[in-house]
């Protein structure tokens, strides 16, 4: 259910991922995501509940916006032209923060038809991503956006920080966080993320939280780059090298540092 481009998306580790998670049937709370993204871990487990975060607002409006009404959000969507004129015409319209279906089809055609899926502001808060074609535009369709409401249904969705998404977290919950990477490395977090200017301090607040959800007996499971000064924060959990070279592109493009699974349970005990 790949319906938008996300950079950082984690589609193409889904072979590695996903055999090392607990099934649907397994997770007996909410399934957690506090940096949701794209979802593509949420769509490909499609847990029976789940709650949903990310810092980012015009993304949790997006799923808002096509969870409630997505008939119309795909009506929106097919009207606006495929001109690049167009492009930055739409680009440029203030949303109003209550028009749901209007907001989630303008950032949908941006998402679709900007610069390979990038997800950058200016320092107003306003997107800035240059013009990058149709060809992205119509691989999705009204279906597409039916089954994503469908699949959203029983979901909570929260623009928040990961600290306080974590923080809710009870026993039976199950995480699955796959933060920013680090600033240097693959996803140039500055120009990819302004809503999440993820820092080192980041990951140490992350780790804290984790650590607390552990002492609530919480399972989790971070995907993380392999830097060792982020791996020392997580020193004493379970950790599995994704392979380098896996899928088109690697996660990381430095030479000494590749992805990582980094998890708090045995597989047996779940
Ligand atoms: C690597 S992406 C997640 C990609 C997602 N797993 C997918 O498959 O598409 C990281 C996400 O974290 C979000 N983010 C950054 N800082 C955050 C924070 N402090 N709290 C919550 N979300 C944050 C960004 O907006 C971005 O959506």
Redesign the pocket.
């Known amino acids: 259910m790949n319906f ?1 481009r ?6 193409r580790l889904l072979n590695y991922i996903i055999p090392l998670l607990p099934s649907r049937e397994q997770i007996k709370g909410r399934f957690i ?10 769509f490909a487990l499609n847990p029976k509940c789940a709650l949903l ?4 607002p015009e ?1 949790i409006d997006l799923y808002r916006g096509i969870r409630h009404s997505p008939s119309k959000v795909w009506e929106i969507y097919k009207s606006f032209p495929k001109t690049k004129k167009a492009y930055y015409e739409i680009r440029a319209i203030k949303v109003n923060r209550k028009d749901l279906a209007f907001k989630a089809a303008r950032t949908l055609y941006l998402n679709r038809t900007c610069f390979k899926g990038m ?1 950058r502001h200016n320092s107003n808060g306003e997107f800035n991503v240059g013009y990058g074609g149709q060809d992205r535009r119509w691989v999705i369709s009204l279906e597409t956006l039916k089954e994503v409401s469908n699949r959203l249904k029983h979901v909570v969705l929260k623009c ?6 974590i923080n809710e977290s009870k026993e039976g919950d199950f995480i ?1 966080a ?4 680090r600033p240097g490395e693959r ?1 140039l ?1 500055n120009s ?7 820092c080192f301090s ?1 990951y140490q ?2 780790a804290e939280a984790l650590k607390k959800a552990s002492n609530r007996n919480v399972k989790w499971m971070l ?1 993380i780059s392999s830097h060792p000064d982020i791996l020392s924060i997580f020193y004493g959990y379970k950790i599995v090298p994704i392979p380098k070279g896996t899928g088109r592109k690697l996660g990381i493009l430095t030479n000494n540092s590749g992805e990582v699974i980094v998890f708090n349970y045995n597989m047996e005990e779940i």
Not at 192 to 198: D, E, R
């Open positions: 938008i996300y950079p950082g998306g984690k589609q995501e506090p940096f949701v993204g794209s979802g593509a871990v949420f975060a990310d810092i980012n993304l997800w928040s920080d990961c600290e306080q998404t699955f796959d933060p920013p990477y996803e977090f990819h993320y302004i809503y999440g200017k993820f980041g607040r992350l995907t």
